[in-house]
Each structure stands twice: as structure tokens, then as C-alpha cells.
């Protein structure tokens, strides 16, 4: 079994920043993507950016040019630096993880294994 732990959100003004951290933990594997994923309250979760094996990242429109994916290999820890927040980026984070694959889903049924969610709030 493998767990994800997220942690790192909170509430924060608007332009401000946040670093979001997920750590995975128990039976892994030698190759493996991470990704973000959020949603906000009535709205379906929603992809924000994922990061390949070869280190290769991805991110939705609405994050591009304000938030970074990255990761720590031999922690297998990814990250989430979220810079210029928005209100509209106010959801819960959930990190989520495939184990086993060279690339990086944007979809959320691709991923095995999810983190609980951390709350994100940035006020105007």
C-alpha cells in the first residue's frame, strides 16, 4: 500500500505565495508520476500540473507561469510552489501518484493512489 501526505496549505492574500509538499511513503516504485489535482467547493476536481519520471512537467492553463511542479527522487516527494495566487485558486490540493509509468497523466483516473487534500484559501 502506498501513502501520499500532503501538507504545506493555509490561507493567504491574494498575489501572495504557498509551497505545497507531498510525500509518498510504503510499497513504491522505481518509476513513478506525481501530480496535483484541485476542486473547489461545487466544482469537480480538476487537473493543475503533473510531473513525469524524466522529470517532464505539465500544467493546466489557469496555473501556467504562476505554479511550479518539482520533485526530491530519492524522497520521492513532489512539490507545489504556488506563486501570484488568485482567489479563484481556493480549492482543496489533492496530490495523487502512478506508480510504474514513464509519463504523466493530466487525467485524474490515471492515478492510483491519492493524498487526503490539503485546504487552500486565498482571500482578495
Known amino acids: 500500500q502506498v501513502q501520499l501526505v500532503e501538507s504545506g496549505g493555509g490561507l493567504v492574500q491574494a498575489g501572495g505565495s504557498l509551497r505545497l509538499s507531498c510525500a509518498a511513503s510504503g510499497r513504491t516504485f522505481s518509476r513513478y508520476a506525481m501530480g496535483w489535482f484541485r476542486q473547489a467547493p461545487g466544482k469537480e476536481r480538476e487537473f493543475v500540473a503533473a510531473i513525469s519520471w524524466s522529470a517532464s512537467t505539465y500544467y493546466a492553463d489557469s496555473v501556467k507561469g504562476r505554479f511550479t511542479i518539482s520533485r526530491d527522487g530519492t524522497k520521492i516527494t513532489v512539490y507545489l510552489q504556488m506563486n501570484s495566487l488568485k482567489p479563484e485558486d481556493t480549492a482543496v490540493y489533492y496530490c495523487?501518484?502512478?506508480?510504474?509509468?514513464?509519463?504523466?497523466?493530466?487525467?485524474?483516473?490515471?492515478?492510483?493512489?491519492w493524498g487526503q487534500g490539503t485546504q487552500v484559501t486565498v482571500s482578495s
Open positions: 495523487a501518484a502512478r506508480f510504474g509509468s514513464s509519463y504523466a497523466p493530466t487525467t485524474e483516473y490515471e492515478y492510483n493512489y
